[in-house]
């Protein structure tokens, strides 16, 4: 484990354990009813953080400690590291605030897909679909309403 | 028994008139399309259907069409459960722990196929035992009270320790932090507002569907997009069909007792298909021996998971039919469409309307067979998805996910609440952190509080003498126990070795 990840792990610890003591701060001016719960439960978590963020400091095995129930994440073989693919996700959210749903959708979809080496075909033609399944499926079947894009806000 | 064979027969033919028999099959198309799709959940399209279903006269095909609709939503969600690891329902998030890592090895269509194989053995067990327990559970039921419920729901809430598996200290702070997540919205006990910072968003609370979105979905995909390959990390699509069938047979003990706790789960009120697949799959890693490869892609996690969230559905109608307490949301909503086209449920159901509740058991059953039926026969089509490459899935997920992030309250905060649930779900996975305690803490964490306060309110400290809940608590001090003492054992054993 290198000292990046191990003081990235150091600082998530330290994150929960300040959630759970700012909840035990919150829950002191609620009735005993809607606290008590929290209160026992946040006392509970802030000295299980506290030991874990023990345990994190002191460790200094080569393989990080990880659920045995879950894998480990994939090496990335993007030059960016992860923030690659983090920007095409918030991209894609701004994208739906700024232009709706049902021009984000294939919009993101051509553009994710020709940027990694599809062809313009199956670019299109996967845009056809995301595009066909939202039309179709929420806005034909569900009738779900889209959110008022930016655009149209702006210019009317 | 006379009567009870005439109104078995008259329930069948009641369901397999064509108009029945036509709005079944409408009722399992929706369904599995629903259960297919990550984020529409059952509860808001059934809600969507009332008003057109309360305009029927016939009984019988609203039967037909939702209880048709609700039973096969879990076996159809396998599928995207398994090859993106994306729940296509709550019900399925446990199977996403083993199959998605199968479907990695290149099993995809042994996962599915023993999905589908354990669904159709949970989904016809349900029934039955739907109606043989309709007789027997009922004294049992009324004498439950809160104080009994609290006990079943710290019950699920020590599940904790078990899925955490060799990092309990973090799965306990998972699922504390899960609680609070729950917590967060107006309190029903005391009107008071909790953790919503004076925003109105906060007041109704924080949707489960955005949080199981953030914390698996995202950080899979992120994972893939990093990866940059194929879902699967062989090209072998495999040849496990049957194979799949064989582990449901080899299993047959694993999924007859997974089948049992989702209908006992169902039973509950309350307790949703978010907890029976977690409950079924907390019990195989309790109970089935070299535990080791579950969460890498051992078959169990897959047939525990799927056989009980298929029984649950069943196990969700005896309260519903024989009380009139709906067992979970979807058939909260079922029993106003049977209250509004005339039908009572209470004790009527089992006397003079008996062929109606027949009508129910022969719906879960033929629904079910057909579901499986049209998901066996297009595992090889859908399993093809596995050979697609990362750009043409990635996106398709980011659609998917966003769509049912937002379609689950129609809110564009959903989309930021999506992102940072994400976030923590990706943190959590990079640095080892339990994510499914997460998800069980917020599920359980509302109703334990409430069954708590009602408790003690009711009964003061007094509750804890109650003889249902010394027993629960004799069993939950045995769940807890055991696997300590497995664990014990197993090192044991290794220290022997030489």
């Not at chain 2, 399993?383 to 992030?405: D, E, K, Q, T, Y």
């Not at chain 2, 509080?449 to 804890?464: D, K």
Request: aromatic content about 12%; charged content about 10%.
């Amino acid at each position: 484990m290198n000292s990046r990840m191990k003081a990235e792990g150091l600082l998530f610890t330290l994150f929960i354990g300040v959630v759970m003591a700012a909840a035990l701060w919150f829950s002191r001016a609620w009735p005993i009813r809607a606290s008590i719960g929290i209160l026992a439960l946040g006392a509970i978590g802030v000295v299980l953080a506290i030991w874990q963020f023990v345990l994190d400091a002191k460790r200094t095995d080569a393989v990080q400690e990880r659920s045995q129930f879950d894998l480990p994440t994939s090496e990335t073989e993007s030059k960016w590291g992860n923030l690659e693919i983090w920007g095409w996700i918030v991209g894609f959210y701004l994208m739906i605030l700024t232009v709706g749903f049902p021009i984000a959708v294939p919009l993101f979809v051509l553009a994710y897909s020709k940027c990694y080496g599809a062809s313009w075909l199956l670019g299109i033609a996967l845009s056809a679909i995301a595009w066909g399944f939202v039309y179709g499926v929420f806005e034909k079947i569900l009738h779900v309403p889209w959110p008022t894009p930016l655009i149209s806000t702006l210019f009317g | 028994m006379e009567s009870m064979i005439e109104a078995a027969l008259e329930g069948l033919y009641q369901v397999l008139t064509p108009n029945s028999l036509g709005l079944m099959c409408l009722g399992v198309l929706l369904g599995s399309l629903v259960g297919f799709l990550p984020g529409i959940g059952g509860p808001s399209t059934l809600a969507i259907m009332l008003p057109f279903v309360m305009t029927m006269k016939d009984p019988y095909a609203v039967i037909a069409l939702l209880v048709g609709f609700d039973a096969v939503g879990n076996t159809a969600s396998a599928f995207t459960a398994v090859l993106i690891s994306v729940p296509g329902g709550s019900g399925s998030q446990a199977t996403v722990l083993d199959g998605y890592p199968l479907a990695k090895q290149g099993q995809a269509m042994r996962a599915l196929s023993a999905s589908f194989f354990a669904s159709l053995v949970g989904g016809l067990i349900g029934p039955f035992v739907l109606l043989a327990s309709l007789p027997f559970l009922r004294p049992l039921v009324l004498s439950f009270g809160s104080p009994e419920f609290f006990m079943l729901t710290l019950w699920g809430v020590t599940m904790v320790g078990v899925l955490s598996g060799n990092v309990p200290l973090k799965g306990l702070l998972a699922g504390i932090l899960g609680i609070f997540i729950a917590a967060v919205g107006a309190d029903d006990k005391s009107g008071i507002e909790r953790f919503t910072f004076d925003t109105n968003y906060l007041i109704e609370g924080i949707d489960l569907v955005l949080v199981a979105l953030g914390v698996f979905a995202i950080p899979e995909c992120i994972d893939l997009a990093a990866r940059k390959t194929k879902v699967a990390e062989t090209q072998e699509l495999g040849h496990g069909f049957w194979q799949g069938a064989r582990d449901v047979y080899h299993h047959w003990w694993l999924t007859l007792r997974a089948s049992a706790i989702g209908i006992w789960v169902g039973f509950l009120p309350g307790l949703g298909s978010s907890v029976a697949d977690w409950f079924a799959y907390a019990h195989a890693v309790q109970t089935e021996k070299n535990k080791d490869n579950f969460g890498k892609g051992d078959i169990r996690g897959v047939i525990a998971a799927e056989s009980s969230n298929n029984s649950k559905e069943a196990g969700d109608y005896i309260p519903t039919l024989a009380f009139g307490i709906p067992g979970g949301t979807s058939t909260a909503l079922i029993l106003t469409a049977l209250i509004a086209v005339g039908i009572n449920p209470g004790p009527e159901m089992l006397t003079s309307q008996l062929n109606l509740t027949f009508a129910v058991v022969w719906t879960l059953t033929i629904a079910n067979i057909i579901a499986v039926a049209i998901c066996l026969a297009f595992i090889r089509p859908i399993s093809r998805m596995c050979f697609m490459p990362f750009f043409s899935l990635v996106p398709m997920i980011l659609v998917f996910v966003f769509i049912g992030a937002f379609a689950a309250n129609r809110s564009t905060i959903d989309l930021i609440a999506l992102l940072g649930f994400s976030f923590l779900g990706f943190t959590m996975r990079r640095h080892g952190w339990p994510r499914s305690p997460l998800v069980l803490g917020m599920v359980l964490g509302d109703k334990m509080e409430n069954y708590l306060w009602l408790s003690y309110g009711r009964f003061g400290f007094e509750w804890l003498t109650r003889p249902g809940v010394m027993i629960i608590g004799v069993l939950l001090v045995i769940s807890l126990c055991y696997p300590m003492l497995q664990n014990w054992r197993e090192r044991k054993r290794q220290a022997v070795l030489p």
